[in-house]
């Protein structure tokens, strides 16, 4: 190669790189002999660059390869002098003692933050550190006295001390510079003669940027840049840096950077080879459109040389989805539509969520995409079990982080009693479920397993052991806790009597990733670091996070899923850039907690939107594909979304240029993506219109009707009959949330509990301060023992002091006036109709001298008013009813002279229903007409009678299909049974 020729060439955003790469060098190469090309030192970016590039070159024919390497290979290039790495996992261990003794010494820096993500931020900014050449000394000259801030004095005062201290231990990001400079060193010292070519790279990291450097300084080296601008006129280029702050963000900002390093300007810079990009229109309007913000007044003037909008974006479809679901759904249906027609197809979107979404839509036509990421290891089986299990450490465990854990697929597979343990945990899960408790331990194992079944037997005493020795809260070495976990994961996999080695914990790749994993931290060197659970489980995350696993299954061979980075190396003929929105296209950078911005700019650090600037540079060369869509949604799961800035700029300038027909181009590309959102709106719609069900009212036989109810359920009979029908006829009951939490039924319950053991012992002799006293401390007892949230004990028991005074103060004027009878004790009554029972547990009976009775309702919510009594809630009217009956035989027939309702809440009222005899014998003779009416075959159990309010939701609702129905129709009665 004549040296007068330039050693920077580039090719333009929407020519296949690898391609053009693999024939321009074959055509440089045309007049030397064939071994001249296994002398070709070919250094690329990134690995699917080498496989795209290695495919070109073997799809020419038989011929000598160069000699390709990535410029990751050169850290682990043998250098003399030089030391091998400093292993990551160590690296950071060590690092994160020191920052757990700032954590300790300053409990105010960076609230909030565990000690490893700190941690993760220090070695990143040290790794910046290494790779961009800043020495330690940078720092002793940042001057921050004008920004007045402790927290960056503070920062600034730790780093200056590690950067010292890890100086002359080399990470790999470290190493791998020295290696450059030791290169560029030998090469200025003695140029090599052979060829050498850097491609693919755009030098946003230090130390290729320096590599580059030295390839351009070579004789016979050569940088092929990608995705460079051609249409960038002068002054956009000179506008990257002409500002005190430089406009990273742009996508062409790395190569100006590198060019001026090189003493070059954007005009010097040739092309590689001369074959056009796909859409030179459309080329043109993209750079135009993503020009640096201080130049964007050219849009005005350069917009009106473009005078065919419609048909430079005809290969671009614009999908704008109502949320990310029907987004995906979109996108399937567009790759789906390329299989078809046999067109290469890649999605790109840094949304790891939305191509699993993609992925699972595919899923429908048996299409599995070649993930260029792999599965994330943490979301693998064994990585799923190492998570759930390393955050069951030295915490309570509940019965929903138990059951996660007893479920897993994994879990008992190394027993022969695999099906056995899948059958007892469904069984044990009825159990906590309906009984609890929320918290199990192992002596609540043990207490469910002791039956006289060997199999439960063996399996409770198989899961309480392995609940015993989940350590509590604390800090303990790491040595410890991965000893801990590793016990655990060996217990669980094993199962009741089986081995580790014959389960599948550790198999397949996923296994063995996940074991080099914890094997790699419990082989570090202990470092005397002590830390919480919480941050054991962090550091666990961290690890498990870093590693990727293949997935086995044989892939497409046309759908292909790429990270933003391998834009530049897809080939493929449509291109999908999906998840088009702020904060996803680009990412936020990450909060820096080290230094600040001007402290970055001033230390020659990185800005932070230097990563924007990477992925605008991604997102030019993407959308330059033949074929496009962009694609993006609305809305997500929390909130309104923002269009991705780039995307925004483009429809902005399109729209505006009137002349050139921008706003009919829009709206071709919305119609073309319109098509896609109509097929997925229609793709889960039955073949055949369903109609809505009718507002059932099932009859079932006289002989499978309820012959016994409590007082407590009439009220659901007028209400809500289907109830009734679902619960007492089908004997369906409602299963407990698998993550039970303090409702309203609880907190009844326990003060109920509280108010029957006051009644029972208390005493009128003492004052009434001594009886507000023993309130209290019956209501913390009763409290502990039934309510597992200490947060919730202490609130439910401030309310209950707060009306203290006014109960013991009602208890007292009882006292005088009555004397307790009953307390919490069943009864039971024939009504009218043969063969019905009525039966009920008042809360309290009390007999005055004159040998009447009051009976009261405790009610921990709001007591009914007395229409809603007189109407629906007529459990009092019936229990005063069963007590002029003698249904109690403790107290026997007795005239009721009142019935009280005593609330537990508010302001402690205790409020006397005016109702009398009439109203009770009225009650009673309307109940027995209602039950005989029930009783007939006829008479159906409409859903959703008289509900007190239409927003109320019902247990059964879903049974009985409310949403197709509603309470405006009228129920249509239908034998069953």
Not at 66 to 87: F, H, K, Q
Not at 693 to 713: I, S, Y
Not at 914 to 934: C, F, K, N, P, S
Request: aromatic residues 6%; glycine residues 6%.
């Amino acid at each position: 190669m004549p040296l007068a020729e330039p050693h920077v060439f580039a090719l333009p955003p929407g020519v296949d790189f690898a391609r053009d790469l693999v024939r321009g060098l074959v055509h440089r190469m045309r007049d030397e002999p064939p071994e001249a090309m296994a002398r070709v030192r070919l250094i690329l970016n990134a690995g699917r660059m080498s496989r795209r590039v290695r495919e070109e070159f073997d799809s020419l024919g038989t011929r000598f390869l160069p000699r390709i390497e990535l410029i990751s290979d050169l850290a682990r290039l043998p250098m003399p002098g030089l030391p091998a790495p400093v292993p990551a996992l160590r690296r950071k261990l060590e690092l994160a003692c020191l920052v757990d003794r700032l954590a300790r010494g300053l409990p105010g820096f960076e609230t909030g933050s565990g000690v490893f993500s700190l941690t993760d931020s220090l070695l990143a900014l040290l790794a910046e550190m290494q790779s961009e050449g800043v020495h330690p000394e940078v720092f002793e000259r940042l001057d921050i006295q004008a920004s007045h801030a402790e927290h960056w004095r503070q920062s600034l005062a730790f780093i200056r001390i590690v950067a010292r201290y890890f100086e002359t231990e080399l990470d790999t990001e470290g190493r791998q510079r020295r290696v450059v400079e030791t290169m560029a060193r030998i090469w200025a010292e003695n140029p090599t003669e052979d060829r050498v070519i850097l491609a693919g790279s755009t030098g946003s990291r230090g130390a290729t940027r320096l590599l580059m450097q030295a390839v351009a300084a070579l004789p016979r080296g050569v940088l092929v840049l990608p995705g460079f601008d051609f249409d960038m006129p002068e002054m956009a280029w000179n506008s990257l840096c002409s500002g005190p702050i430089p406009i990273e963000d742009h996508p062409q900002f790395r190569f100006r950077a590198l060019l001026d390093g090189l003493s070059l300007a954007p005009a010097q810079v040739a092309r590689w080879t001369e074959t056009p990009p796909e859409a030179p229109g459309r080329n043109a309007l993209v750079s135009l459109a993503l020009r640096p913000a201080p130049v964007t007044d050219q849009w005005m003037r350069e917009g009106q040389a473009f005078s065919d909008l419609p048909a430079a974006c005809a290969q671009m479809t614009l999908i704008e989805a109502a949320d990310p679901r029907q987004e995906s759904l979109a996108i399937a249906l567009v790759l789906r539509k390329a299989v078809f027609r046999g067109k290469k197809a890649a999605l790109i979107s840094p949304d790891r969520m939305l191509t699993r979404r993609v992925a699972a839509a595919l899923d429908r036509w048996s299409i599995v995409p070649d993930d260029s990421a792999g599965q994330p290891l943490p979301l693998t089986a064994p990585g799923r079990l190492i998570r759930h299990l390393a955050r069951l450490l030295g915490r309570k465990i509940s019965m929903e982080s138990l059951l996660v854990i007893l479920k897993h697929p994994l879990v008992a597979t190394g027993s022969a009693l695999r099906g056995a343990h899948l059958r007892l945990t469904r069984e044990f899960e009825l159990s906590l479920r309906r009984k609890g408790p929320a918290f199990p331990d192992a002596e609540a194992v043990r207490s469910w397993g002791g039956t006289a079944d060997p199999e439960r037997q063996q399996w409770s005493d198989w899961l309480a052991a392995l609940i015993d020795a989940v350590p509590g809260g604390g800090n303990q070495p790491i040595s410890a806790w991965s000893e801990t976990l590793f016990g655990l994961l060996d217990g669980f996999a094993a199962g009741p009597g089986g081995t580790v080695a014959a389960s599948e914990l550790w198999l397949g790749e996923a296994g063995q990733a996940a074991f080099r994993t914890l094997a790699d931290l419990a082989a570090q060197d202990e470092t005397g670091l002590c830390v919480s659970s919480a941050n054991f489980a962090d550091l666990i995350d961290t690890l498990l996070q870093e590693g990727q696993v293949r997935s086995t299954l044989a892939a497409h061979p046309l759908v292909t899923f790429l990270g933003t980075l391998e834009a530049r190396a897809h080939g493929a003929e449509v291109v999908i850039l999906a998840g088009l929105n702020e904060k996803s296209w680009p990412e936020a950078p990450s909060p820096d907690p080290w230094l600040s911005r001007k402290m970055r700019l001033d230390a020659g650090l990185l800005l932070p939107e230097r990563q924007i600037g990477l992925s605008a540079h991604d997102f030019q060369q993407a959308i330059a594909a033949p074929e496009v869509v962009l694609s993006r949604a609305r809305r997500d799961s929390e909130a309104e979304t923002v269009p991705s800035r780039w995307l925004n700029r483009l429809l902005n300038l399109a729209g505006g240029l009137t002349a050139a027909q921008g706003p009919e181009a829009l709206a071709q590309m919305r119609a073309r993506g319109q098509r896609f959102l109509d097929l997925a709106s229609q793709l889960d719609l039955p073949l055949e219109r369903v109609a809505p069900a009718a507002r059932p009212a099932p009859c079932p036989p006289a002989e499978a009707r309820p012959r016994q109810l409590p007082v407590t359920a009439i009220k659901t009979l007028i209400r809500d009959p289907y109830a009734i029908y679902a619960a007492r006829i089908l004997r369906l009951r409602p299963l407990d949330p698998l993550k039970p939490g303090p409702d309203p039924r609880l907190r009844g319950e326990a003060l109920h509990r509280v108010v029957e053991l006051f009644v029972e012992r208390f005493d009128p002799a003492i004052s009434l301060e001594q009886s507000q006293k023993h309130l209290s401390d019956l209501a913390e007892t009763v409290l502990q023992e039934m309510i597992p949230w200490p947060s919730t004990q202490r609130l439910w028991l401030h309310r209950l002091l707060r009306i203290a005074p006014q109960l013991v103060a009602q208890e007292a004027q009882r006292r005088a006036e009555a004397t307790p009878a009953v307390i919490e004790t069943s009864a039971s009554i024939e009504l009218g109709p043969p063969g019905f029972t009525l039966t009920a547990r008042p809360d309290r009976i009390d007999l005055h001298d004159d040998g009447t009775a009051h009976v009261y309702d405790y009610k921990s919510g709001s007591p009914p008013k007395e229409a809603e009594v007189r109407h629906f809630d007529k459990q009092l009217l019936l229990e005063a009813a069963m007590i002029e009956r003698g249904a109690f035989a403790r107290i026997g027939p007795r005239q009721v002279a009142g019935m009280s309702y005593v609330h537990l809440g508010g302001s402690g009222e205790c409020r006397m229903l005016a109702l009398g005899r009439d109203d009770v014998e009225q009650t009673w003779t309307r109940l027995q007409g209602l039950i005989a009416r029930y009783l007939e075959r006829s008479q159906g159990f409409a859903a959703r009678r008289a509900m007190q309010m239409s927003r109320d939701i019902g247990d059964y609702d879903h049974l009985s299909r409310f949403g197709e129905w509603d309470i405006t129709d009228v129920p249509v009665p239908e034998d069953v049974g």
